[in-house]
């Protein structure tokens, strides 16, 4: 998709009624599907957090930034996901988060981000986040600077890429849960992305496909 083509939609995106968690649904995880369907978070006392899906130009197509976490004992080790972190303090709102966030991460400006619209919040089982996804743009092609403690690597993918089905696939991966585990994912030229950032796209590519 040319960047001018996306740039036209935008108003159009901002007014669309969000598809929901039923899109979030077929890109879980099996084993974690029927929890999520039925999940009720009395109890839970869950951690909040915000994460960013940052569309931009770049040869004068349009282009996601996604990232690749470093490798450390944790849930999300080694994962692809979007820019995007726990609520702080300092942060007056999820949207605060994942702009602050971002700009830590992958150094985008939070003051040169324009957010288009939240998505859906979903929970996640195994680390007991609430994550609060946004779709954000910017007018430029972005000089990323990586967090060098937490990202391991940049990866742009072409937004026409991101958003076709064919690229849906089933992967063998390991997970914090268990081992050599099937999953409906992304496979996108050889970067899997799964998970809850798999569950956030499957949302933004329906998006995309509600405009015609």
């Known amino acids: 998709m040319d960047f001018s083509s996306l740039t036209d939609l935008v108003s159009k995106l901002k007014k669309i009624e969000l598809p929901g968690e039923s899109f979030h649904y077929d890109l879980a995880p099996l084993s974690r599907r029927d929890e999520l369907k039925h999940l009720n978070l009395n109890g839970k006392d869950p951690n909040y957090a915000g994460v960013l899906?940052?569309?931009?130009?770049?040869d004068g197509k349009a282009y996601m930034a996604f990232i690749l976490r470093k490798t450390y004992k944790g849930v999300h080790s080694n994962q692809i996901g979007f820019p995007g972190g726990r609520v702080e303090d300092v942060d007056k709102n999820l949207m605060e988060t994942a702009l602050r966030e971002?700009?830590?991460?992958?150094?985008?400006?939070a003051n040169s981000i324009q957010i288009i619209k939240p998505l859906t919040e979903l929970y996640i089982p195994p680390s007991n986040f609430l994550v609060h996804p946004f779709l954000s743009i910017i007018d430029f092609e972005p000089i990323f600077?990586?967090?060098?403690?937490?990202?391991?690597?940049l990866i742009?993918?072409?937004?026409?890429?991101?958003?076709d089905k064919a690229n849906f696939k089933k992967e063998i991966i390991d997970a914090?849960?268990?081992?050599?585990?099937?999953v409906p994912a992304y496979n996108f030229d050889g970067h899997v992305v799964w998970g809850?950032?798999?569950?956030?796209?499957?949302?933004?590519?329906e998006l995309f496909y509600r405009l015609g």
């Open 53 to 58: 899906s940052l569309l931009y130009p770049k």
């Open 102 to 109: 971002t700009e830590e991460e992958i150094g985008v400006s």
């Open 145 to 153: 600077v990586l967090q060098q403690s937490e990202v391991e690597n």
């Open 156 to 163: 742009e993918l072409p937004l026409s890429l991101c958003l």
């Open 176 to 182: 914090s849960y268990a081992k050599n585990v099937e």
């Open 196 to 205: 809850a950032t798999a569950m956030i796209l499957s949302e933004i590519r």
